[in-house]
Nanobody, 122 residues
Framework: QVQLQESGGGSVQSGGSLRLSCVAS????????MAWFRQVAGKEREGVAA???????SYDVSVKGRFTISLDRAKNTLYLQMNSLKPEDTAMYYC????????????????WGQGTQVTVSS
């Protein structure tokens, strides 16, 4: 059974940085993707960034150049480095993983963490 636990959220001012972490257990890194999604209350969850088993990365256009996704397989930890944060980045951020997923398509992922809140003030 795959278990995912996020941490690292918080409150920052516009222009600031945060690094989110997601510790994974029970996940086989030989295939599929791991990803970060975010959700604002009342809106659909949206893909932010993904990293495939071969380290290919993909990003939503709204975060490209500001966010970086990375995976440390030795530590079983997925990261999201978020720089130049904007108020519109405010959301609950979720870690996801699936052996059959590729990229940031929401419905490709069946394993989810509980989320960590990011709040960016202007």
């Amino acid at each position: 059974q795959v278990q995912l636990q996020e941490s690292g959220g918080g409150s920052v001012q516009s222009g600031g940085s945060l690094r989110l972490s997601c510790v994974a257990s029970g996940y086989d890194y030989s295939g599929g993707s791991m990803a970060w999604f975010r959700q604002v209350a009342g809106k659909e969850r949206e893909g932010v960034a993904a990293i495939d088993f071969d380290d290919y990365t993909s990003y939503d256009v709204s975060v490209k150049g500001r966010f970086t996704i990375s995976l440390d397989r030795a530590k079983n930890t997925l990261y999201l480095q978020m720089n130049s944060l904007k108020p519109e980045d405010t959301a609950m951020y979720y870690c996801a993983a699936d052996q059959r997923a590729h990229g940031i398509g929401l419905y490709e992922y069946n394993n989810w963490g509980q989320g960590t809140q990011v709040t960016v003030s202007s």
